[in-house]
Nanobody, 123 residues
Framework: QVQLLESGGGVVQPGGSLRLSCAASGGTFSRHAMGWFRQAPGKEREFVAAINWSGTNVYYGDAVKGRFTISRDNAANTVDLQMNSLKPDDTAVYYC????????????????WGQGTLVNVST
């Protein structure tokens, strides 16, 4: 199965932008749907965005709709999350996810996880 490695986290001011990237290895990336989740301290892991294997179907969590954009490059085995108009409530560890078929909005149903990257939105 694929292994996932996130990058791009950091500290950003409210209203700013950040781009996360997830690199996949060890499997057939193009056969997997990909997604992003996040987990803030003391909270349950939350669905952020997902994209199907071909990139033709994307869907987002209500909290990020209109501000975040997910994309993938099957030639490079990467999936990115462009985050704009960031808010303090976006502060969390962001996890890359992979699965066959589709990415469930319920994190309990997701097959493969990365180790996470921290995003801190603060002044």
């Amino acid at each position: 199965q694929v292994q996932l490695l996130e990058s791009g986290g950091g500290v950003v001011q409210p209203g700013g932008s950040l781009r996360l990237s997830c690199a996949a290895s060890g499997g057939t990336f193009s056969r997997h749907a990909m997604g992003w989740f996040r987990q803030a301290p003391g909270k349950e892991r939350e669905f952020v965005a997902a994209i199907n294997w071909s990139g033709t179907n994307v869907y987002y969590g209500d909290a990020v709709k209109g501000r975040f954009t997910i994309s993938r490059d099957n030639a490079a085995n990467t999936v990115d999350l462009q985050m704009n108009s960031l808010k303090p409530d976006d502060t969390a560890v962001y996890y890359c996810a992979a699965d066959f078929g589709i990415i469930s909005r319920d994190h309990h149903d997701v097959g493969v996880w990365g180790q996470g990257t921290l995003v801190n939105v603060s002044t």
